[in-house]
């Protein structure tokens, strides 16, 4: 059991650190690719790739029909109207304020797993601090932006990545509390696989091919990370730290990802950094800690 919790950890550490980058290559990927596509790419090849490793060790779960539902369901909600939808949201907002944005996921998972019956017991008054210094970091998020908002691109950028949030929470919590029974790498492969499928599916519909033969080689090479690290590393990564740790701690890495997607953004993509972006990350920061701290107190 202590094993097996250093090692959620590790895997949380490495979520962290890793997808605080994906933003920034998203950003530069979405660019010139159609977002969609270049989403649905990523996620199908890295979901085909670790189902043929698992295959080839013969580790891969025995999957039937039921199984592969259940996990379809997560795959669809946190990979393709999650991370999919971010990456479309992010050809009209910054980098660093599409992870600000979704930094406020764990206040939805709180919500979500209290409406939804996961978890029944009221929220204790370090919870419910921890709602309110989210929503605070919500309201300086839109104070800091107040002036980009009249632009109807920009603002439907913003509520397109606050949706994409809830969408990831909801994934999260079904997933926590509705696949047992399959390993976490073969939940990962399933849930990238039928993700990226759906993605692809939005693709012929939503995205504009005219300009394929524009894309650019950073496009490509984002690409290429996105799939080894964004998703064929971490993703399992993640499945796991949420198989083996309460779903508030296991969301934690949305509050860290956006410190890196910020100082990326700002130092590589010369996005906006101000004081208010600062204190809205710090309010982010503490709601994470004091629900977490609720959790154990529970």
Known sequence: MKNELSRAYLALAVICIVWGTTYFFMRIGVSTFPPFLFSGIRQTTAGFILLGILKMTGKLSVLNKSNLIRQSIPGVLMIA??????????????SGLAALIVSIMPVYIVLIAFVSGADRKSPNR??????LLGSLGIVLMFRDNLSDL????????????????????????????????????????IQMLSGGLF??????????????????????????????????????????????????????????????????GFFFLQERLTWLTGVALIAAAGS???????YKTK
Do not use: H
């Open 126 to 131: 370090f919870i419910l601090f921890g709602l």
């Open 199 to 264: 993605l692809l599916l939005a693709s012929l519909f939503l995205d504009n091919y005219d300009a394929l033969d524009q894309i650019s080689n950073d496009s490509i090479w984002s690409l290429v990370y996105l799939i080894i690290f964004g998703s064929l590393l971490t993703y399992p990564c993640f499945v796991y730290a949420l198989e083996k740790l309460p779903v508030g701690l296991a969301s934690i890495y949305a509050y860290i990802n956006p410190f890196i997607a910020l100082l990326l």
């Open 81 to 94: 109207l999650g991370n999919g939808v971010v990456g479309w949201s992010e050809q009209y907002i910054p």
């Open 288 to 294: 994470i800690y004091f629900i977490n701290r609720g």
């Open 150 to 189: 009249v632009n109807p691109q920009y603002f439907t950028g913003m509520v397109v990545a606050f949706f994409a949030a809830l969408c990831w929470a909801a994934g999260s919590v079904f997933s926590k509390y509705k696949t047992a029974g399959t390993n976490a790498l073969t939940s990962a492969a």
